[in-house]
């Protein structure tokens, strides 16, 4: 039996007649029964191959083969191709048109010809194994993201197709449904399906995959293992992409002499903490440094402001806090954005350091050992890139760490809902309270909408978060905003800082800011310019992240 059941021979395909290509070329092979992961920037054409692969999309050039055979794009050779090859595309609404959950997941099976009965135990089998149970006969409109992606999957499971193609899985989830659909996805590959899967989440690929398809411009850049492929730093920069965490510790370890390189590369961070936990208690570990003395720091990364007011109240406030509750740890600060600073240095001649002046700063003044402490709201492009600036010193330092942003873990959004809550004690049932978050192209947008739901599912349907720049936007947010008909809008920023977008976008005079488009629906709004960082419970959260990056040290 021929062990490649997909192979693109050299396609090509293009949104706009031929002006550009989302595939350019891509040639590749998939084997049966193999768990592959697609990654690339955005745009890079991994959703494009997916709806090729589904027979959605027909390339305009180059053959597309299934089973060995090429794709016949008749009307039966696509209904026949669709029965083996299902596709759970990153937005459920596109996939999902019955009236009811279980005549959704019943409408494709009774199309295979499978009688009433036979259909009944496919469908309630599917049914158990995703536990949608509990919402089994409401109508599918009404369920929450969550659950209409895992009834997108129970469509395609109850097929029993050949391969199941997710185009972003975990996309806009909470952290509940993300794993339910990681435990779902689990259950697919132990069927022994060939499961294909965009993602951008590294360290997910790096502990499930077996290869690595890592895309560029429409074409292939490089395929191989997901150590392989993970160990590339130039494919991965010029894809956007960072190091897993396991990965990057075990190679810092690795060179620091404290674990021998000649081990299985581990996958997930407990299987690196397996490793060390081996290494003997009297063992002499030998680095390529000693220091007689230690000298520590807390570096505290900040995006900037232009706006001095609230730099007082917000990122001078967090320093301060931080500076009080370690005083053996000298603080540092350092931005990251490089328009602030041009503007400050330019505007007020003042200079603040960036991620790397600042190590060679520390470097300089003796410093040994750095806890970095990020004021950025989530784990977003401006943290990957401190990262990778900070990492860039790991030898000029006995030890770096790093504390979490504010939004990392499901106990933090937690955190944030009370906090949130306390901070507008006086909210009444008949107002909202719209919040502006920054919003970003990196996959971490998620927790944005993840936690607008969470709001909801947590008993505060009065509160939402949107974003200025992603999703959710404030075009999403108006038509549900209108259809809670309140008495009264309260603006307010979900960044740090209240500088120029919550001045501009949130409350400014301009028709597009927020408080504009709400008034011109003859909304009553309040504006609230006060940064996150202002908030003492926001505060006190930084201060539990140093805490326990502290606590990690070895």
């Known amino acids: 039996m021929n062990d490649v059941i997909i192979k693109a021979d050299n396609l090509y395909f293009s949104y706009d007649d031929e002006k550009s290509h989302s595939l350019n070329g891509l040639s590749l092979e998939i084997r049966r029964g193999k768990k592959i992961a697609f990654m690339g920037a955005n745009g890079s054409g991994k959703s494009t191959f997916f ?4 027979g959605i999309h027909k390339p305009s050039s180059g053959t597309l083969y299934f089973n060995g055979e090429p794709v016949d794009y008749s009307r039966d050779g696509l209904l026949k191709l669709r029965q083996k090859v299902g596709i759970v595309f990153q937005d459920p609404d596109n996939q999902l048109f019955s009236a009811s959950v279980y005549q959704e997941i019943s409408f494709g099976i009774l199309n295979l010809g499978k009688t009433e009965e036979e259909a009944k135990l496919e469908v309630e089998r599917v049914i158990d194994e995703m536990e949608i149970s509990p919402f089994r ?16 999957i129970a469509d395609i499971l109850v097929m029993h197709p050949d391969i199941i193609i997710l185009d972003e899985p975990a996309a806009a989830l909470d952290p509940r449904h993300t794993t339910m659909v990681n435990q779902a996805v689990d259950k697919m590959t132990a069927q022994g399906i060939t499961v294909l899967m965009a993602t951008h989440d590294v360290n997910y690929a790096f502990e499930w995959a077996d290869e690595i398809m890592l895309l560029k411009d429409g074409r292939l850049m490089m395929h191989g293992s997901p150590a392989d492929v993970f ?11 960072e190091q897993p965490a396991a990965l990057q510790l075990f190679d810092s370890l690795c060179k620091k002499g404290i674990l021998k390189s000649t081990l299985p590369v581990p996958t997930t961070l407990e299987k690196l903490e397996q490793y060390i936990a081996e290494i003997p ?5 030998t680095t390529t440094k000693t220091f007689a003395e230690t000298k520590k720091a807390i570096l505290v990364v900040s995006f900037g402001t232009s706006y001095e007011e609230t730099r007082k109240v917000t990122i001078d406030a967090i320093e301060q806090e931080i500076g009080e509750a370690y005083p053996d740890y000298v603080i540092y600060r350092a931005w990251t954005s490089k328009m602030i600073l041009r503007k400050l240095k330019k505007r007020d001649n003042i200079h603040y350091d960036t991620v790397t002046e600042a190590f060679r700063r520390m470097h300089s003044d003796g410093i ?6 990020p004021t950025h709201v989530i784990n977003g492009i401006e943290n990957d890139l401190m990262t990778q600036e900070a990492l860039a010193f790991r030898d000029d330092f006995h030890s770096i760490l790093f504390g979490n942003p504010l939004l990392t873990t499901l ?17 009444a049932d008949n107002e909202v309270l719209v919040l502006m978050g920054h919003g970003t192209t990196h996959y971490s947008n998620s927790i944005y909408a993840a936690l607008d739901y969470t709001f909801k599912d947590r008993g505060f349907p009065n509160i939402f978060l949107g974003t200025v720049e992603s999703y959710p936007s404030m075009e999403s947010l108006l038509h549900m905003v209108k259809e809670f008909q309140p008495r009264r809008v309260v603006l307010a920023p979900f960044m740090i800082v209240a500088g120029d977008h919550a001045q501009n976008d949130m409350a400014g005079d301009n028709p597009e800011s927020w408080r504009c488009q709400l008034e011109a629906e003859g909304l009553p709004v309040t504006c609230v310019l006060k940064g996150l960082g202002e908030y003492k419970s926001v505060r006190q959260l930084f201060l539990n992240h140093v805490r326990d990056a502290i606590a990690a040290r070895p």
């Open 51 to 54: 709806l090729c692969c589904n």
């Open 137 to 152: 006969n409401k109508p599918t409109h009404a369920l929450s993201g969550g659950q209409k992606k895992q009834v997108s």
């Open 231 to 241: 160990s590339n730093r130039t494919a991965l920069a010029q894809t956007n992409l």
């Open 281 to 285: 208690v009297n063992s002499s570990v």
């Open 368 to 373: 040994t050992d750095v806890v970095v402490q």
């Open 411 to 427: 106990e933090d959004t937690d955190y944030m809902i009370d906090a949130i809550h306390r901070e507008f004690p006086d909210l």
